[in-house]
């Protein structure tokens, strides 16, 4: 169990973490992991809500969340549901992008289309419903 005030070395936290010197280093230098503490030698420190705020970053960054929207959730300027939130919207569009082109590709190779056919079906498919009926 770690002590009250223990700090730790980028190396340390690398160990702790599985995630690379290199990695922490950016994130230290990006703002996101700023050190606790220096060495006389100029060597960062990090004491143990830096390792909790470390897994945060880790774990918004495997969800797909960019540096930006990471440091707006550190920086409290926005929850993490609300921030789950915009990221689900933005998935499902590209879900729904993703499923016409399969449907379009599915098409195209079931009816050996040509060229020609093959634009008029991804132009019809990139319509919306209103577009669709206008024309």
């Known amino acids: 169990m770690d002590r009250v005030g223990r700090t730790f070395t980028i190396g340390e936290l690398a160990r702790r973490t599985g995630l690379p010197v290199k990695t922490i280093r950016f994130y230290s230098d990006e703002g996101l992991l700023p050190p606790t503490d220096r060495t006389p030698s100029g060597y960062r420190l990090y004491d143990t809500r830096s390792l909790a705020r470390l897994e945060l970053i880790r774990t918004l960054r ?74």
């Not at 920086?75 to 919207?89: C, K, N, T």
């Open 62 to 135: 495997e969800l797909g969340l960019g540096l930006d929207d990471v440091a707006q959730v550190l920086g409290s300027r926005v929850s993490v549901p609300q921030l789950a939130a915009r990221h689900l919207e933005a998935i499902e569009d590209q879900l729904r992008r993703l499923r016409l082109r399969r449907a379009v590709l599915r098409a195209v190779v079931k009816r050996e289309s040509e060229l020609e056919e093959v634009k008029l079906m991804n132009k019809l498919a990139s319509m919306s419903d209103e577009e669709r009926v206008r024309q």
